[in-house]
Each structure stands twice: as C-alpha cells, then as structure tokens.
C-alpha cells in the first residue's frame, strides 16, 4: 500500500509515540526556536504525529529495538538475513537503489523533529570558522561532518552517564537530537560511528533526503550483549547523490599483529559531478580504552595500508573520519600524521598556532569519574585540498556542568564539520 513521504517520516519519527504520551516526571524547560534553517511556519500537530504513528505495523522481530517495538524494515532484514547468511553475502551492507523512494522535504523533517523536541531546551549555536587561503577552487566546498553518535544500546544499556537522566536517552527524542543536528549543518557527505539504528532510522530517512548510504557493522558489536538491543552498531557512511557518483567502495575489517578485530572501516572513492575530480572519503572507529594504545597503533597501520592501495599512492585526494579513541600524544595519531599519504588534521587549524588539536572532542561523566578527551579527527589529504571552514567546538559553559549527553546533545560526542575545497593545482605540496 502506498505511503506518501510525510506519512512514512512521520511513522519513523514516532514508532514509539504512546511512549511520549505517557511519560510521568519532571521535565526541562520548553525548547525555543535555534539557529537552524527557519522550519514551515505551522508545526506538525499532535493529530498528525499520532495518525503517523500507525503508518508502519509494529511486531517482534529477532532484533528488538530500545523503543517499544521493532521496525517492519529491520525486522524483514532480521529474518532474511541469518548471521551465517549475512557473513556469507556481505553484499546486504550496501543499501539498495534509493531511486523508488519518495523524496522528502527536509524542512519537513525538520518540522516533525522540533515537534517531537518542543520540551526539551533549545541546541546551542555553534559558529563557522572561515579558514580560507588564497587556493580555493572555482567549485562548490565540500561538506564533510564526522560523528560518533553514541549507540542507544550502549548509551541505556553500559556507558554509564551517571549524571545523565534516563530520560535523555530515550531513543524516540534522542533520535531527533541526532537528526536535526545533521539537518543543522546539511553535510554532503556524513560519517557516523556507533551506528545501531540503520536499517530503521537512518536509511530510510537520509535515502529520501537524497543521501546514498554504506552501513559496515562490528562483528562482534558489544551491542549485542545489551537487552533489547537493535542489532550490531558500526560506522556508516552517506554521501549526496546530486553532488557524487560512486566509483568504489571497501568494507575493511581491520587487523592488528595479522589479527582480524572487531573494529572496522569503510572507504569508498567518489567523483564530483561538477569537477569530475575524484576524492576518497574512509570512515572509522578504532579500540577503545586504555592499555590498547598498542592494538589501536596496528589498526591505525593497517588502515593506512588499505588506504595506501585505495588511493593509488595518494594520486586521489583523501578524507578520514573517525572516532579513534587515541589522542594525539598516542602513536596511532603520529602514525597518521606521519604517513606517506600527507595527511593533516584539519581542527588544528582552529588552534591559534594551527599546530595544536582542540582540548576536548568529548566529555562525559561516568562512575570512574570525569572524562575530557580528544579522541575524534578529519584527516585530509594537505596536497589536494584545503579547508575552507571549520565549525567550532561547544564551550564547557554550553555543555554543561553534567557534560555529555544531555537533554540538549545527544551524543557523548561532538559532532565535526569541515569544508573542503579541492586545491587548482594538486601537485603543489604545501
């Protein structure tokens, strides 16, 4: 039966609505209007939320979702790919053409997140950092946002934000959070981490907005230990079909000491339609935890040797997200910074010497105690493109005194943003 693409929004936004309706206890203060892109001027009602929440049928599935039940779409994934099947016929990771789906308006969307938030307090505004040089090219930037969005198993189930409310991290609100701060900055290309709401949120959602996706999950994802979990997390990978045509793609399962791991990465070379210059953008989320500097080292080598070949030497321009749970006193850090492929990260250009990475890229308060790290990059290839724009990073007074995630932030996280133009004359090494 047909759906149109508001009723399907709708429905994927508010599959848990008789939750919201019931919830008892304290809230914070209303939510204002933030500094995104001006929404239609009537906000979706009530009446149409709940009609919408009917649109997708609900039943048990073998993988369940933090909500109160389990997407139709993860469910048909669930049972038609068994875990042998899937292992043998890795093919499934790559969305199918998106081209039968309807489009959506993404002020649409936008309008049914604020209507889903309209308790919670407003997002805090975070500025653009022009860091234009004389090399810019005639094209448009290149929009690349980097996120490790927190893994709603892990972030109910075993991250331990003591000083975060339970409330925060109901996934029918905190799924909006994530949407409307990747609507906020509208990336041409978005690289997430601890994905584990794929197949049911974000896939259907992104396709109608245009994007192309790449999910790659963990193989052994701690997810999976979680009760009521949604499936394995792992990092995804979207990029805007109007703006790249994809022209290879590589699911990497990393290895460290001829080891095969558990984390994994995908890089996939794309062509810009308006310069028809290719760029290879890889995303990737290594070991965590202290004592694995030495693990992380390997995965970092071995990552660099994939890209080494991907690239052709470096001869295509390179972009690597990741959350790489190291910060840049860590080998794995110099390793990059080190590497062949001449590579930069692009937030130390916000530091007064362009020298240093920022402070913190997370901070959250967990039982050990209170954590304040750099762990998340965007490394870019220095020979071939130049970055044009870097969004700055929330101040502590913004985060807060009960720090990351929050009624406000949905992630233990920051979100990275960048733009990137490709340099006239590649071959001039700077």
Known sequence: ????????????????????????????????????????????????????????????????????????????????????????????????????????????????????????????????????????????????????????????????????????????????????????????????????HYFDTFQPLLSRLGYQGTFFPKPWSPCLDVEHNNGPDGCALFFLQNRFRLVHSANIRLTAMTLKTNQVAIAQTLECKESRRQVCIAVTHLKARTGWEQFRSAQGCDLLRNLQSITQGAKIPLIVCGDFNAEPTEEVYKHFASSSLNLNSAYKLLSADGQSEPPYTTWKIRTSGECRHTLDYIWYSKHALSVRSALDLLTEEQIGPNRLPSFNYPSDHLSLVCDFSFNEDPDELS
């Open 1 to 196: 039966m047909y759906q149109s693409p508001r009723r399907l929004c709708s429905a994927l936004l508010q599959r848990d609505t008789p939750g919201l309706r019931c919830r008892p206890g304290p809230r914070p203060g209303p939510r204002h209007q933030s500094s995104l892109p001006p929404a239609t001027s009537n906000p979706a009602s009530p009446r149409l939320l709940a009609a919408a929440s009917g649109a997708l049928t609900l039943r048990p599935g073998t993988a369940c979702s933090m909500g109160n039940g389990t997407s139709k779409l993860y469910s048909a994934l669930a049972k038609t790919l068994n875990s042998s099947a899937a292992s043998q016929h890795p093919e499934y990771l790559v969305s199918p053409d998106p081209e039968h789906l309807e489009p959506i308006d993404p002020k649409e969307l936008l309008e049914e997140c604020r209507a889903v938030l309209h308790t919670r307090p407003p997002r805090s505004r975070r500025d653009f950092v022009d860091l234009r040089t004389d090399r810019l090219s005639s094209h448009p930037p290149i929009r690349v946002m980097q996120w490790n969005i927190l893994a709603q198993a892990l972030g109910e189930g075993k991250d331990n934000f003591v000083q975060c409310p339970i409330e925060a991290l109901r996934w029918e609100e905190r799924k909006c959070l994530i949407l409307e701060e990747i609507l906020a900055y509208q990336p041409d290309i978005l690289c997430l981490q601890e994905v584990d």
